[in-house]
């Protein structure tokens, strides 16, 4: 069957933003997800952080891009915007890549704001391990809200959403292409994009397509109620330290650490993608975790573990090194006329995706 | 080659004037321009002479000309390794080269940046082959580097220029360390740092830098990176206080033994010479770390800006880039 102009294939939050902008530009657009709704997947299990840039030290270009996409995303999801908290940015002693000058000094480069932390926030950190704290112009998102908006923006662009629907592969067929779907059944359309995410190349495979050099990490995301002392966000730079954010779909904060919080990774081969995640060790380390962040912030040893998320993180390998997030995006893929493929990075750097695709139409 | 992702910075160390900075600076841009999107290019001037009003003007043009384009004169020349630290110190860029005008070819950048890539090393290091040195430099080259390997104990990129490329990370790792002078060949081996040598044919030197000049960088060098001299020298001090006590002891059986005492103008002459000698030399390096320590502990920068000029249209890049990457740009390392 002839579904629409474009096909969307994958219902996270890039996939759903990109269809309802294409929806708004005026085209008819079919959105697809495996899962039951929408954003269950990488969308939801994150550390929920709006970046404005203080986490990218190491590269500016990612840093530039969240300071300067900060603003739109929060006026854009407003309503799921939660700033109700103050967000520290903590810069530690030893075994840091960055030392507190450098990052005032990137602060001031890039225009991003800072204030030193007040003392009722640093008398709760290890100043034998933490050289200095500022509090920073950043805020969370709720993703349970976003979904509630997105669904909103879908609807409104008149964005057609199936989900519980899998495709299996594309295939192309003279002027159009066709995604076969674990139904059985067959979509036409003029235009697909593909952004599954952690399965991008599962399709690409399944397609006779190449693959692309994805590098894959299975993450732990533990929940916890915080103590009453932490009202407070904290992240520590830069290197194998931890985060410390509130998570507001669940109104809990998340603890993620560097080197913690990754339990296996691997990286896609040329003629093989992927693993079982089904067979991956769901074994916490959430006592590890806080057993190293209680170093530099001793009230959390009493933040109570709820539970832990668990989902596969992709990231492109140039990040391993640089340290950046940029969203792949490729057109007229593998010589595909008509099909595109997106890795959505950070959330808030939608828009940089969003111009590519408004070159394009 | 296509253009890469990230944000590229380059620091074009300017220090023989005589070399026309337009025609460089045009083709360092264009081929930067090449390579990445997203690009800034830093020109340190060393402060190694005053500048005339035709080059004055050239800067005008180029600033007024090409985007992405910062010019930073220091106040007075505090050597190559300060120039270096201040470029260091200013640019934003994910992946950073260092190159110096006139001596190392911008047609070398693509190979530099290939080399890092393929190495995955996060600091590469031009290296400039022995035989292009005259027999004399290399000699002394020689000589040097073996010193500082076996007595002194450091070590350092042999035969490495002020061509470099190194990342982010690396970089805020080599910022982060404050000593006054710095030398940024040692530096990969300070701090422990991977490193690769990139291979390539220096230009030839315009204006020769005076042996004076050297003399000082590799004795800086030395003082900076060592403290065996200051543990040769209590070696010696102690050697020398046991071979005077033996020489009392040896006085006492003399006068115990000996019916007739000659004059001993001999030697007391030669004790008395030797003494000074190595009291002298104890002295020089003594004293050179005692400067050393009086210089760290002023805690001074390390250099002073006197000129600060930004292209008009430096954040023009800026203001497109988007962080996507494409079929255009890299994915792989």
């Excluded at chain 1, 349970?144 to 057609?160: D, E, F, N, P």
């Excluded at chain 1, 539970?307 to 995006?329: A, F, G, M």
């Excluded at chain 2, 930067?32 to 080059?55: M, N, P, Q």
């Amino acid at each position: 069957m002839h579904a629409a102009e474009y096909l969307i294939v994958g219902g996270g939050f890039f996939g759903s933003a990109i269809a309802a902008y294409l929806g708004r530009c005026g085209y008819s657009v079919l959105l697809l997800d495996a899962a039951e709704n929408l954003c269950t997947r990488a969308s939801y299990v994150n550390q929920a952080r709006v970046h404005g840039g203080y986490h990218y030290p190491r590269s500016v270009v990612t840093a530039l891009r969240s300071q300067e996409n900060y603003l739109r995303f929060i006026r854009d999801f407003d309503a799921a915007i939660v700033d109700n908290f103050e967000k520290v940015y903590a810069i530690a002693k030893l075994g840091s890549f960055i030392t507190t000058e450098q990052f005032v000094n990137f602060c001031a480069l890039t225009g991003c704001r800072l204030v030193e932390a007040t003392p009722a926030i640093t008398r709760l950190l290890n100043r034998e391990l933490i050289d200095a704290a500022f509090v920073v112009e950043e805020c969370a998102f709720d993703a349970g809200k976003i979904r509630i908006l997105l669904r909103q923006q879908l609807h409104s662009a008149g964005v057609t959403v199936v989900t519980d629907k899998k495709v299996l592969r594309i295939q192309k067929k003279s002027s159009v292409l066709s995604a076969h779907l674990a139904s059985g059944e067959e979509i036409e359309a003029e235009r697909i994009i593909v952004a599954t995410y952690s399965s991008l190349n599962e399709i690409l495979c399944n397609s006779d397509l190449p693959l692309l050099p994805l590098c894959h990490e299975w993450v732990e995301l533990p929940l916890l109620a915080p103590p009453t002392s932490i009202a407070f966000g904290l992240t520590v730079m830069d290197g194998p330290f931890f985060s410390f954010m509130p998570f507001p779909p669940e109104q809990c904060y998340s603890l993620s650490h560097v080197s913690y919080t990754p339990h296996q990774s691997w990286q896609d081969g040329a003629s093989a993608w992927g693993i079982a995640t089904a067979n991956l060790s769901k074994q916490s380390r959430v006592q590890v975790m806080l057993q190293d962040s209680r170093r530099y912030l001793p009230s959390i040893a009493d933040a109570q573990y709820i539970k832990s998320l668990w989902e596969v993180k992709t990231i492109l390998p140039r990040s391993k090194h640089d340290d950046s997030r940029p969203i792949l995006y490729q057109n007229n893929y593998g010589d595909c006329a008509g099909l595109s493929v997106v890795l959505g990075a950070k959330i808030d750097n939608l828009y940089d995706c969003l111009d590519y695709i408004a070159q394009e139409l | 080659m296509a253009q890469s992702a990230g944000f590229l910075s380059v620091i074009a160390l300017r220090r023989n004037h005589q070399i026309p900075l337009e025609p460089l600076i045009h083709h360092l841009h264009s081929n930067a321009a090449k390579l990445f999107s997203y690009f800034e290019i830093l020109i340190i001037d060393c402060g190694e002479h005053t500048v005339f009003f035709e080059e004055q003007a050239a800067l005008e043009r180029l600033l007024s000309q090409l985007s992405s384009l910062r010019y930073l004169r220091l106040s007075k020349d505090f050597g190559v390794q300060a120039a270096i630290s201040a470029g260091f110190d200013y640019v934003i860029g994910d992946t950073i080269c260092c190159l110096e005008l006139g001596r190392d070819p911008v047609e070398a950048l693509p190979a530099l940046l290939h080399s890092q890539r393929s190495s995955l090393q996060p600091l590469v290091l031009g290296r400039v082959a022995k035989n292009t040195l005259s027999r004399s430099e290399r000699l002394l080259r020689m000589i040097f580097y073996r010193f500082c390997r076996s007595l002194l104990g450091i070590a350092m990129a042999e035969y490495a220029t002020t061509l470099m490329v190194v990342n982010r990370q690396s970089l805020n790792q080599l910022n982060s360390i404050k000593d006054t002078s710095r030398h940024y060949k040692a530096y990969a081996f300070i701090a422990g740092m991977p490193f690769a040598y990139f291979d390539y044919e220096r230009l030839p030197e315009q204006r020769r830098e005076s042996l004076l000049k050297k003399i000082d960088l590799a004795l800086n060098f030395i003082f900076n990176y060592s403290s065996r001299p200051l543990r040769w020298a209590s070696v010696v001090a102690l050697s020398l206080g046991a071979f005077n006590l033996l020489y009392v002891f040896y006085i006492a059986l003399i006068v115990l033994f000996k019916q007739k005492i000659s004059e001993g103008w001999v030697t007391l002459s030669v004790q008395g010479a030797l003494n000074f000698f190595v009291l002298s030399m104890l002295a020089a390096v003594a004293v050179e770390y005692l400067w050393r320590t009086v210089d760290e502990s002023r805690k001074r920068p390390h250099y002073f800006i006197s000129c600060d000029r930004k292209s008009e249209q430096l954040l023009s890049n800026l203001q497109h880039i988007r962080n996507v990457v494409t079929p255009q740009n890299r994915i792989s390392p």
